[in-house]
């Protein structure tokens, strides 16, 4: 039965890791009588602020150059608009700015130099995103010959240099090895989806990133369909992990898929999680799914050193918002 892996009750919020102020934030927000957008800003936002497992927000996973930059995105279920940033540099509320996107502009994706003048003009104030411990992450990367990084095929040898590289002559086609160990203890990502009352599905992402990336990567958070998606007439989905590989499966908008065809929330995340696996079985990754009746669920890959995943969920069943803890398949 649909309802056998969760009670279904709306309005509900659901989002990715133990970020427990983010889901009070969230739900806050609701009860109060705002928006579901407005409680996926907040609750992301809440993220920012408290620089969730300093993978979220601020002074956290400094890129090669030793800077802090954000990506997030939000998306509204009803009218299937989407305003995100990629690379936002020296801004600390991001999924505010992808807010600001939605509303003053007609486009989706703003990145860069150009998102944080946007910002700026948006009423935004610019703030350093650099602190004390971010610092200390990249002198200690530095100090370890650069490792781990995400370079291949250069001479010198990535695996033990820091460069500067150039490309090989030669490119070898071997298995990604996905920097898992990096990502287990420095979760990357806040995934919301929130449903109101009446069913209608917003969700958004915030998060700085991979650490030690090369500066101008973007991951799965800010895009559409992979980060997260939210479709009033059948769910939500957000997703978390390892970016590089999630994004080419666009996991939060086949979950949605799924759901939309009736499946069940958490068997639409296994089959998500299923289908990168036949292709990156080592892969770092979770999802949570949510569809129009309240009902949840969640997936994620098992590797060694991630068996469980942790999720929040805040419904009128529940007293309060609370933690969940999901198996990996």
Not at 103 to 122: D, N, P, Q
Not at 247 to 254: E, G, H, N
Not at 296 to 314: D, L, R
Request: hydrophobic letters at 35%; charged letters at 20%.
């Amino acid at each position: 039965p649909a309802g056998a892996a969760s009670a279904a009750a709306l309005p509900v919020v659901i989002n990715t890791w133990a970020f427990r102020t983010a889901a009070e934030t969230a739900w806050r927000v609701l009860e109060s009588g705002g928006s579901e957008l407005d409680a996926v800003e907040r609750g992301c936002g809440q993220c920012e602020i408290d620089q969730c497992d300093g993978s979220v927000g601020y002074g956290g996973s400094p890129d090669e150059s030793g800077e802090t930059t954000l990506d997030a995105m939000i998306m509204d279920g009803n009218t299937m608009e989407v305003g995100a940033v990629a690379g936002l540099r020296r801004v600390k509320n991001a999924i505010g700015v992808a807010r600001k996107v939605i509303e003053y502009t007609k486009h989706t994706l703003l990145v860069g130099e150009s998102a944080s003048l946007f910002a700026v003009k948006m009423g935004f104030p610019y703030e350093d995103l650099t602190t004390q411990k971010s610092l200390s992450l990249y002198s200690e990367w530095l100090s370890q010959s650069c490792q781990p990084n995400f370079w291949k095929n250069v001479v010198p040898d990535s695996s033990k240099s820091c460069g500067p590289y150039k490309r090989r002559e030669e490119v070898t086609y071997k298995e990604e090895q996905t920097s898992s160990q990096r990502s287990i203890h420095n979760h990357d990502t806040i995934g919301m989806v929130v449903i109101g009352v009446s069913g209608t599905v917003a969700s958004g992402t915030s998060t700085n990133g991979a650490i030690h990336k090369l500066p101008g990567r973007v991951g799965d958070s800010p895009i559409a369909g992979a980060g997260s998606y939210a479709d009033s007439t059948a769910g939500g989905a957000a997703a978390t992990g390892d970016g590089d590989i999630m994004m080419r499966f666009l996991p939060s908008y086949q979950a949605v898929e799924y759901m939309r065809m009736g499946t069940d929330p958490t068997v639409a995340c296994q089959k998500v999680i299923s289908r990168i696996q036949k292709y990156a079985p080592k892969f770092f990754g979770a999802i949570i799914c949510a569809n129009t009746t309240g009902s949840y669920g969640a997936a994620c890959n098992k590797i060694p050193g991630f068996t469980q995943f942790h999720f929040m969920v805040s419904n009128p069943l529940l007293s309060r918002p609370t933690e969940k803890v999901v198996d990996c398949i």
